[in-house]
């Protein structure tokens, strides 16, 4: 991956609406080229989707929490049970004094301790701690430049 590729992912992330003559003229190729560009960094994975960024409070999702699960055994293979969770929207093997981290949203406490004891219910959970967001700064994109200096 080159300066260019790392320009039209940057551009990508901004708006991926914009036209390959648009990327193109932003990084100083043509269309036809920028689409090529594209096409391979969407066949090796380096794009993994193209989606929208939705404002979780206008379609009532305001309560954010991150979740750690501590368990009796490993849950590195537990993925498939907290994926059938829909109000999950992240979870991650860690290490530390928990084994999982999970990002929830729900629209209500009420819904968060839903999703707690469904989270509760997964063999070999033993216990869990919700850290609730009051209120989020900013969230950041995948950084796109050379980040290795």
Do not use: C, N
Not at 62 to 77: H, I, R
Not at 97 to 118: E, F, H, N, P
Request: charged share 25%; hydrophobic share 45%.
């Amino acid at each position: 991956m080159d300066d260019i590729d790392r320009g039209l992912l940057a551009l990508l992330q901004e708006d991926a609406t914009r036209t390959y003559a648009e990327l193109g003229k932003e990084v100083g190729l043509s269309a036809g080229a920028a689409h090529e560009r594209v096409r391979k960094l969407r066949a090796t994975g380096v794009i993994r989707r193209t989606t929208v960024d939705i404002d979780p409070v206008a379609v009532d999702l305001d309560v954010l929490a991150f979740v750690t699960v501590d368990s009796v055994a490993w849950m590195g293979d537990s993925a498939p049970f907290f994926a059938a969770i829909p109000e999950i929207q992240e979870a991650h093997v860690i290490a530390g004094t928990a084994s999982i981290l999970l990002k929830v949203r729900t629209g209500s406490t009420a819904a968060m301790q839903d999703v707690l004891r469904r989270v509760h219910a997964i063999t070999g959970v033993s216990s869990t701690q919700a850290t609730m967001v009051l209120e989020t700064f900013f969230e950041r994109p995948i950084p796109t430049g050379d980040t290795s200096t």
